[in-house]
């Protein structure tokens, strides 16, 4: 009754393309984001800002980018972090070396330079596929950690490796409060999430789902696998690296390579599982469930049970809890909180009747 | 020419333990198609069980700390918890699972890796253990007198224990009834069980035979650089040899060992030096890659054939 496509007519083919072709989606989707860029700045407050929404939205992107090539490819990726590691100095490196570099233009570049190293390490999956070529994305883990780390030109030899991002100046005003930071992070998240929806429904984006499907009965019928899997890779390592861009200049500030670990990579591929594999609104679901999971298992495990556990066991706790939750999770939903939303929907559309 | 070999055979050895890792990855993946990440935190949970039992049973029994009993019964008691382990996970975690794409399954066991890490910390603490298994450390008399090479006779004992675990295996799968059912499931799932192969069974013999083997690594990996989180760490160590060797493969594992073994301490002390060092973390990866790039399906990995 709520969410019903019936009666929405296409008279033109630019209404039959749109993104949101139904207009509850429409509409929901504009009130999240005015609420998200209007509402929220002014509710929230310094805390939430800085160490829960900031992330969040780092964290939406990242998962968007390996949800692009895991999700929507098929491509299984172990390197994110290592992508977001290029981003992140990508983009300190471009402001750094070019006097008068704009900040928006820094983080494209460093996009596109984490594009670029994506393209070189998605080479061998035109030969490896499945577990294999996630092993093989482990090369890039470790190596441009290794890299970045070794060669101190990275990191303006700075002696402990540690970067400090620059101030964010866009058109004279400079960002450095939570709420223009959070804003300007919420205005890129936004544009390159529905950049994103649009593009996987693009012929690039069903060519990567056919190759997903069945690379060999993709590449019968006429798509060129190699092509497709690269575009994939570039696209998401791009993601990636705005997100590692982001993760540097407006949510820590400092960064060291050491930061994009493998256990980093880890959470971003917990993110696509819990939220959705395959599914744009799910990369920010999961997101949000992951960044807030270990927050919420802080508060609530000294409350539940009061000092009985020592800190350090409160701290296996956590990993135990953790580690158990997203076992139950795989269990009950393994296609994720999408799915539970889309679960909601029918309803939605149904209710109140049975049929 | 002396250095050369020392180097060799140094990183031969070391091979052997990645490959006592990579075997119990091999010896899950083949029977199940379950990539199990989880074996790392096996290997830790392992020795930590196997510590901590060393360490209160003589308050618990009144035996002599140190002693041949509490050894082997400390040893017996870890091996019964990885193989309850085994167990547990195989009931309560993976046939949930079954049908579920090989990437679910494989983040599953990511999540297992943190609920065993989590548990074997919070019952036997996070602190770094020694772990004693009497043999010495040092290096063999007779290698340094004729040939000056340094070898250690604990390096030596564990490449045979590998050695003597790998075989015991192979006539295990090639000649008791379990080994060939094992195999049966391995070849083909659907047909195991059409000619009566208690798939469930299998697999949880299959686990429980990983616990085993991630306590004969974990034990050695103890004893060589103490009982501690890094221990989790030799999983990934583990994989490159699992690509190399090929995931389905046995022999495969052994000789994958070998070769990063080897190649990794070499290009350490022959190329590191001009690129600042270090190399160690990635080069195995990056070996193994080059090496996929001329054969997919690793070493000795069954060759996949696509059809539409």
Same mark, same amino acid.
């Given at each position: ?117 994506? *393209? ?170 992951? *960044? ?64 | ?11 031969? =050895?070391?091979?052997?333990?990645? /490959? ?148 015991? =295996? ?13 195999? /049966? ?7 195991? =069980? ?115």
């Amino acid at each position: 009754m709520f969410y019903r496509e019936a009666g929405q007519f296409k008279a033109s083919y630019q209404a039959d393309q749109q993104i949101f072709p139904i207009i509850q989606d429409r509409v929901g989707i504009a009130i999240v984001i005015a609420l998200a860029a209007l509402v929220i700045p002014v509710i929230a407050n310094e805390y939430w800002l800085k160490a829960i929404l900031v992330p969040v939205l780092i964290f939406s992107l990242a998962a968007i980018g390996l949800n692009i090539l895991t999700g929507y490819a098929g491509q299984l990726s172990l390197g994110s972090a290592a992508f977001m590691a290029v981003g992140a100095f990508g983009a300190y490196n471009f402001m750094l070396r070019i006097d008068g570099m704009p900040f928006l233009v820094a983080l494209v570049l460093g996009g596109l330079a984490a594009a670029a190293v994506g *393209v070189l390490f998605g080479l061998p999956s035109l030969r490896i596929k499945g577990f294999y070529l996630a092993v093989a994305t482990l090369a890039a883990q470790f190596f441009i950690v290794w890299a970045l780390v070794k060669f101190p030109w990275f990191s303006n030899y700075s002696s402990s490796g540690v970067i400090t991002a620059q101030d964010i100046v866009i058109l004279g005003y400079t960002f450095d409060g939570p709420v223009a930071k959070y804003l300007l992070t919420l205005a890129i998240v936004v544009v390159l999430a529905l950049m994103a929806k649009n593009l996987v429904r693009t012929s690039t984006g069903r060519a990567w789902m056919a190759v997903r499907d069945m690379d060999v009965a993709a590449e019968v019928i006429g798509i060129r696998p190699m092509r497709t899997k690269l575009i994939a890779f570039a696209v998401s390592s791009f993601y990636c690296g705005v997100a590692g861009g982001l993760y540097a200049f407006t949510y820590l500030g400092t960064v060291e390579p050491e930061g994009f670990n493998l256990d980093l990579s880890f959470r971003i591929l917990f993110m696509i599982i819990i939220g959705g594999v395959g599914s744009i609104m799910g990369s920010f679901l999961g997101a949000a469930f992951i *960044v807030l999971l270990p927050i919420f298992l802080d508060n609530v495990i000294p409350h539940l049970f009061g000092n009985l556990f020592s800190a350090s066991f409160a701290s296996n706790l956590q990993l135990i809890v953790f580690g158990g939750l997203i076992i139950f999770f795989l269990i009950v939903e393994p296609h994720g909180l999408a799915r539970l939303w889309q679960i909601g929907k029918e309803k939605l559309r149904l209710w109140p009747f049975p049929h | 020419m002396q250095f050369f070999l020392e180097v060799l055979i140094g990183g031969l =050895l070391s091979g052997v333990l990645y /490959a006592l890792v990579a075997l119990g990855f091999v010896l899950i993946f083949k029977a199940s198609g379950v990539f199990n990440f989880a074996q790392g935190a096996m290997v830790f949970f392992a020795a930590l069980t196997f510590v901590g039992f060393t360490e209160v049973l003589p308050g618990w029994t009144g035996l002599a700390e140190g002693g041949a009993v509490v050894f082997w019964l400390a040893f017996v008691l870890a091996l019964v918890s990885m193989v309850v382990l085994g167990i547990a996970t195989e009931k309560i975690v993976l046939r949930p699972l079954v049908n579920q794409p090989p990437i679910t399954l494989f983040m599953a066991t990511i999540g297992l890796s943190y609920l065993v890490e989590g548990i074997a910390q919070g019952i036997w603490g996070a602190n770094v253990r020694g772990l004693e298994l009497g043999i010495e450390d040092v290096p063999i008399e007779y290698m340094m007198e004729h040939h000056n090479i340094l070898i250690s006779s604990f390096d030596l004992f564990a490449a045979a224990l590998a050695g003597v675990l790998v075989g015991s =295996l192979a006539l295990f799968f090639q000649y008791t009834k379990v080994g060939r059912a094992l195999r /049966a499931v391995a070849d083909d799932h659907q047909a195991a =069980l059409s000619i009566g192969i208690p798939l469930q069974h299998i697999w949880a013999i299959v686990w429980g035979v990983a616990g085993f083997v991630a306590l004969v690594a974990g034990l050695i990996w103890g004893a060589r650089n103490g009982v501690q989180f890094a221990l989790t760490f030799t999983a990934l160590k583990a994989l490159p040899v699992l690509i190399l060797g090929g995931f389905t493969s046995v022999p495969g594992a052994i000789v994958g060992g070998l070769i990063i073994g080897a190649s990794e301490k070499l290009a350490e002390v022959y190329v590191g030096p001009f690129v600042g060092g270090g190399i160690e973390s990635w080069f195995p990866y990056v070996l193994a890659l080059l090496f996929l790039l001329v054969r997919p399906e690793g070493l000795f990995g069954e060759r996949h054939i696509d059809r539409v």
